[in-house]
């Protein structure tokens, strides 16, 4: 429920506040007083964009202030809970803060926390209902006119089962389609990874080889110097007289006469013996070494065409050959992938073939209990439009079956209006003047008195185009819609305003060349005087006072 609007510096308003209580809320006044700004400020805070030549002249901001008191099940309650928006002292209240400001500085508060516009119109949605002459568009959209029968006939939960489905259905589409494409890709992308796939199987490189392969590289392009280095040095080792293993056996022969003489010389001894052994294992070693260098030129070119093409899957799959082998590696997955994919793509057709008739069994039922439905809104709209003055008026919900499921399931829907009988019915736009819309749009509400979560609602002039016995039975209507929430009704009818628990009179004055705006709550005579001033415009006398008297008598 809406406790408090608080206007400042918003067009002709400077500063004012409309204080409302529950029931039936009537705001009056003149024409051109500035009660459709009010209309603009309550927008703003449920986070309609904001214009910012609607700030009054001379200010550098506007700002609109709103309490609401929000009930245990209020969807707006939990979101701020969600979003850890509730005011600590009290968790059933929702202060909102719209400030408008040049430059793209305006500013967004709930609870006293800064707020985005869009988080604003996303806790304030389902909060206020505005119906006015200026916003019949809901009303004369035909998408919209589905929701309308599904809140009339309780079909909540049908509609969540079917929504449920029906994104069930659009996420396997999805992914069936996303598996057709990658089939469809596979051909190109399947010959490329196997190409791919067989130069790395067919080089098959090792961690580590590539150091092996330069060493022999190195060795085999040396050969010719090696062999004859070995050789060169075993040579001197062992050949000729001057060779130290011949001079070392001939120190050896030596010591081996003088060891008897002195025992120190059988230590000297064996160490020049493990040194000409040594020595003669090191020309042997040399000698094998040159015998086993590989002069082989075909070696050479294969070692390095081997190092060549390690060479090439490296700078193809990144900087070391650990690279190339991740990459045989992600390359093989991919193909068994796409070895998988006739599986997949069979796989994605049941899934949505499934949710399909998931989607199908849930629409079929959702279109059985629209069908009962429409049968009771027609009826009971057409009673509340006789109510309404409009005897030869009915209305028929036509529900259209539609080739294939859609997001609404398997029609489509649009409510028609006969307004006289025996013209035929045609859509509400196309029939019904704004006066006849009001009262249409009044009906539909009375209809939905019982379904409707809305707390509080606005009706901006509704009773255009009407007076008399249609007007006393639009206010009749309002109170009864006021028996089950708020109701703030904008009217220029007295025998509406005198229905109203709470007179809220807009009243334009003119001060140093300034024109503002004020609300006053009425009470006792000064509600008399607004309801005579109603009713007899400015020559106000006994007689109009005593009836503006037994209206406010009769509520």
Same mark, same amino acid.
């Given at each position: 429920m809406l406790q408090a609007l608080t206007i400042q510096d918003l067009a002709i308003i400077e500063d004012t506040t409309l204080e409302l209580s529950d029931g039936l809320n009537v705001l009056t006044g003149e024409t051109g007083a500035g009660k459709s700004i009010i209309?603009?400020?309550?927008?703003?805070?449920?986070?309609?964009?904001?214009?910012?030549?609607?700030?009054?002249?001379?200010?550098?901001?506007?700002?609109?202030?709103?309490?609401?008191?929000?009930?245990?099940?209020?969807?707006?309650?939990?979101?701020?809970?969600?979003?850890?928006?509730?005011?600590?002292?009290?968790?059933?209240?929702?202060?909102?803060?719209?400030?408008?400001?040049?430059?793209?500085?305006?500013?967004?508060?709930?609870?006293?926390?800064?707020?985005?516009?869009?988080?604003?119109?996303?806790?304030?949605r389902g909060l206020v209902d505005v119906s006015s002459q200026h916003q019949h568009t809901q009303l004369l959209d035909p998408t919209s006119h589905l929701d309308i029968l599904d809140r009339f006939g309780g079909l909540r939960r049908e509609r969540d089962a079917y929504d449920r489905a029906w994104a069930a259905l659009q996420a396997a589409k999805s992914h069936e389609a996303a598996v057709q494409k990658r089939a469809a890709e596979r051909a190109k992308r399947e010959d490329f990874v196997r190409f791919q796939l067989a130069e790395l199987d067919e080089v098959d490189p090792k961690i580590g080889e590539e150091d092996e392969l330069e060493a022999e590289r190195g060795r085999l392009a040396h050969a010719d110097r090696l062999v004859a280095g070995?050789?060169?040095?075993?040579?001197?080792?062992?050949?000729?007289?001057?060779?130290?293993?011949?001079?070392?056996?001939?120190?050896?022969?030596?010591?081996?006469?003088?060891?008897?003489?002195?025992?120190? @010389?059988?230590?000297?001894?064996?160490? @020049?013996?493990?040194?000409?052994?040594?020595?003669?294992?090191?020309?042997?070693?040399?000698?094998?070494?040159?015998?086993?260098?590989?002069?082989?030129?075909?070696?050479?070119?294969?070692?390095?065409?081997?190092?060549?093409?390690?060479?090439?899957?490296?700078?193809?799959?990144?900087?070391?050959?650990?690279?190339?082998?991740? $990459?045989?590696? &992600?390359?093989?997955?991919?193909?068994?992938?796409?070895?998988?994919?006739?599986?997949?793509?069979?796989d994605a057709a049941k899934a949505r073939a499934k949710a399909h008739e998931l989607a199908t069994v849930t629409a079929k039922a959702l279109s059985s209990a629209r069908? &009962?439905?429409?049968?009771?809104?027609?009826?009971?709209?057409?009673?509340?439009?006789?109510?309404?003055?409009?005897?030869?008026?009915? @209305?028929?919900? $036509?529900?259209?079956?539609?080739?294939?499921?859609?997001?609404?399931?398997?029609?489509?829907?649009?409510?028609?209006i006969q307004t006289n009988r025996g013209e035929g019915f045609a859509p509400l736009a196309k029939v019904a003047s704004g006066g006849e819309l009001s009262r249409v749009l009044l009906a539909l509400k009375r209809a939905l008195m019982h379904v409707d979560p809305v707390a509080t609602c606005i009706f901006d002039e509704v009773d255009a185009g009407t007076g008399g016995a249609v007007g006393d039975m639009i206010g009749k209507k309002l109170a009864e819609i006021a028996g089950e929430r708020q109701v703030l009704c904008i009217t220029h009818l007295a025998s509406i305003a005198a229905r109203g628990k709470t007179h809220?009179?807009?009243?334009?004055?003119?001060?140093?060349?300034?024109?503002?705006?004020?609300?006053?709550?009425?009470?006792?005579?000064?509600?008399?005087?607004?309801?005579?001033?109603?009713?007899?415009?400015?020559?106000?006398?006994?007689?109009?006072?005593?009836?503006?008297?037994?209206l406010l008598a009769r509520r």
């Open positions: 209309i603009e400020a309550l927008s703003l805070v449920l986070g309609d964009r904001a214009e910012v030549d609607l700030i009054r002249r001379g200010r550098e901001r506007a700002e609109v202030s709103a309490l609401f008191r929000l009930g245990p099940d209020s969807p707006a309650r939990a979101r701020l809970l969600e979003l850890d928006l509730v005011d600590s002292d009290d968790a059933d209240q929702l202060l909102v803060r719209r400030v408008v400001a040049p430059h793209g500085k305006g500013r967004v508060y709930v609870n006293g926390r800064p707020a985005t516009v869009g988080t604003l119109a996303a806790l304030t070995a050789s060169e040095v075993a040579a001197l080792l062992r050949d000729g007289g001057g060779a130290p293993l011949e001079k070392l056996s001939l120190a050896l022969r030596t010591l081996d006469r003088l060891r008897a003489f002195d025992p120190q @010389i059988s230590a000297l001894h064996d160490r @020049i013996e493990a040194a000409r052994i040594e020595l003669d294992d090191v020309a042997q070693d040399l000698r094998a070494y040159a015998r086993a260098v590989d002069l082989d030129p075909r070696r050479l070119d294969a070692v390095t065409e081997r190092l060549d093409a390690l060479k090439r899957l490296k700078k193809k799959h990144g900087m070391d050959l650990a690279a190339a082998l991740t $990459a045989r590696d &992600a390359l093989r997955v991919e193909l068994a992938r796409f070895e998988s994919l006739d599986l997949d793509i069979a069908a &009962a439905a429409k049968r009771d809104l027609e009826a009971k709209v057409s009673v509340e439009l006789h109510g309404l003055a409009m005897t030869g008026a009915e @209305i028929r919900f $036509a529900l259209e079956a539609r080739d294939a499921l859609g997001p609404d399931g398997f029609e489509e829907g649009e409510i028609n809220l009179k807009v009243r334009k004055t003119t001060e140093h060349d300034r024109t503002a705006t004020h609300v006053d709550r009425l009470d006792g005579t000064q509600r008399v005087d607004e309801v005579a001033r109603m009713l007899g415009g400015l020559d106000i006398t006994a007689k109009t006072l005593a009836m503006a008297k037994e």
